[in-house]
């Protein structure tokens, strides 16, 4: 049986308890972002080292690198890394509360709400790209509302939420399906770009909602109920007992999740699997039970950032939307972990 090493730290009646491993593999994810953040800034029509990507976002660039840099490329890796952190941090949420290794976004529906809000304000209403954020935000909210109230009535856990979550998304993605039917040219074209998930572009105007939600949402989750939802990962009886009001506690799990997926998706389009893989692979770096809420933020935000400098360089002269390379890397996890789900009798 492997050992845990686990640290305490009090201060009178404070107390914090995390184990080396975890803080070792939180803090090399967090680094290996912040690399490749670097590495993806460096990248381009204008290549820089990183040494002067670092200098001119410390301000010593010249005036063409501190426009490239703090305009054109510096928003881009910041949308990747905040999206990237928050599907992450919702898919190991929504694992959790369904106590399911398929339990994420794409699987339960929120994805294709989003994308559904998103498409409305396309197709409908012609909407610019504020606009259409706000569509993806308001789709997906309203998806949570929806599979919510349905869930409800006999409790959120467990396959109830996966199978409901699992007949909305068909539902929708028929759904969006007809909305690029009725679209025009343009339309279904601006749309289907959108679809893939995509960095090109991003500006500024895409960071600001996106970082204000995790501001708010990022220290809920962590801090205010991570230490819940490991009791609740022990059994509801074990939970109550030890004071958590269980249905209020996943309640709350369940809005603050649907949001994080919703703004993510508003700023990057619904992006695939990144919320299925980052949970697994914290697990497998921490080797330590529960759903590890801080390494899997820093895993999605190495995914997302490392699959966009792919989607720059995989093909010479062309640039791949990062939808793509995330869904041919994640579907091939989708696979092998579908297979050891087999091999081992759980499915």
């Not at 619904?270 to 590890?292: Q, S, Y």
């Amino acid at each position: 049986m492997r050992r845990t090493r686990v640290c305490v730290i009090r201060r009178g009646s404070w107390s914090l308890r995390f184990s080396r491993r975890a803080l070792a593999a939180g803090m090399g994810c967090f680094l290996a972002a912040l690399a490749l953040g670097i590495l993806v800034i460096g990248s381009g029509d204008y290549p820089m080292s990183a040494g002067d990507v670092l200098r001119t976002l410390a301000g010593g660039g010249t005036r063409p690198e501190t426009f490239i840099v703090n305009n054109v490329r510096l928003p881009r890796v910041v949308t990747a890394l905040l999206a990237g952190a928050a599907l992450a941090l919702a898919g190991a949420v929504f694992q959790t509360l369904t106590r399911n290794p398929l339990g994420s976004p794409d699987v339960l529906g929120f994805t294709q709400g989003a994308t559904a809000g998103a498409l409305l304000a396309i197709v409908v209403f012609g909407a610019d790209s504020g606009a259409l954020a706000g569509g993806a935000v308001l789709g997906g909210v309203a998806t949570g509302g929806l599979i919510y109230a349905v869930v409800w009535p006999r409790g959120l856990h467990g396959y109830r939420l996966i199978l409901v979550g699992i007949g909305t998304a068909a539902i929708l993605t028929g759904f969006n399906g007809y909305l690029l039917t009725r679209a025009q040219i343009t339309e279904a074209a601006r749309a289907t770009l959108w679809l893939t998930g995509n960095l090109n572009g991003r500006g500024w105007e895409d960071v600001l909602p996106l970082a204000v939600a995790m501001v708010v949402l990022v220290p809920l989750v962590l801090l205010g109920l991570g230490r819940p939802l490991r009791l609740l990962e022990m059994g509801e009886d074990t939970a109550r007992v030890l004071g958590v009001r269980v249905e209020r506690l996943r309640t709350a799990l369940l809005v603050a999740a649907v949001l994080l997926t919703a703004f993510a998706a508003a700023a990057v389009g619904p992006v695939a699997f990144v919320a299925l893989t980052a949970p697994h692979l914290a697990r497998r770096l921490t080797r330590t039970p529960g759903p590890n809420l801080a390494v899997s933020l820093c895993m999605g935000a190495v995914l997302l950032v490392g699959a966009d400098w792919v989607a720059q360089h995989a093909v010479p002269g062309r640039e791949l939307p990062v939808g793509v390379v995330t869904g041919l890397l994640g579907g091939g996890y989708l696979v092998g972990l579908l297979a050891a789900e087999r091999r081992a009798g759980r499915i």
